[in-house]
């Protein structure tokens, strides 16, 4: 490889990163007076009635318009915990409409004072569209909720679209690995305490 071929290379790859996080969004009109949303440029026989700049994640890049313009105005996030009907109900709901969304679990103390902090109880599920929050599953409010933000009245994910694996609500830290090896061996092992029995009730409501 030449030297030129080289600086074209380092002059050309900050235009490819900025292209994977930047989106051009068009909606046109044609002849015919059909309205078409785009993420190119529309040919030169269509109007350009609205053009819009906006960074999207690689996981949204390859969305349909709308679809990706609503997912990067207000993303679905849903807080869940385990042995709940509703959350398990109101994923399906949004998997089979085509939603992308990410989950929460709720399962520790932590997770319970994060969610309490977000809307003041302890109901699940709680969906977030946005900032808006809808504590519990009802399927016409989640419908009409996600029909306000902006996604499309049918599934259009890509076929290929994995959803992301669930995680805590408050992420457990790992322990720093040079604070471990510095930890004097030779320290007793502190004595062993009996693990409590998680009590049937845990606050929840469904």
């Known amino acids: 490889m030449t030297l030129t071929s080289i600086k074209l290379c380092v ?8 292209s994977a996080v930047q989106a ?21 026989n269509q109007k350009i009635i609205e053009t819009k700049s906006m960074a999207v994640s690689q996981d949204v890049a390859n969305f349909p318009y709308e679809l ?12 869940t915990t385990s042995n709940c009907k509703p959350c398990n109900d109101g994923k399906k709901f949004l998997k089979s409409a085509g939603i992308p969304f990410s989950e929460k679990t709720v399962t520790s103390s932590a997770d319970s004072e994060k969610l309490k902090q977000i809307s003041g109880d302890l109901q699940l599920p709680l969906m977030t569209i946005g900032s808006k929050k809808f504590q519990g599953y009802n399927h016409d409010d989640w419908q009409a909720a996600i029909n306000s933000a902006g996604y499309p009245d049918s599934n259009r994910l890509p076929a ?4 992301p694996t669930a995680e805590s609500a408050v992420p457990v830290s790992k322990p720093d690995p040079a604070a471990v090896s510095k930890k004097d061996v030779t320290d007793p092992a502190p004595a062993t305490t009996p693990i409590k029995k ?8 469904f």
């Open 68 to 79: 990706k313009l609503a997912a990067s105005k207000n993303p679905v996030v849903v807080y």
């Open 198 to 205: 998680p009590e049937n009730n845990n606050g929840f409501r």
């Open 24 to 44: 051009q969004l068009y909606k046109s009109v044609g002849p015919d007076g059909k309205v078409t949303y785009s993420d190119t440029p529309p040919p030169a």
């Open 160 to 163: 290929t679209y994995v959803y």
């Open 11 to 18: 002059l050309i790859l900050p235009l490819c990163l900025a």
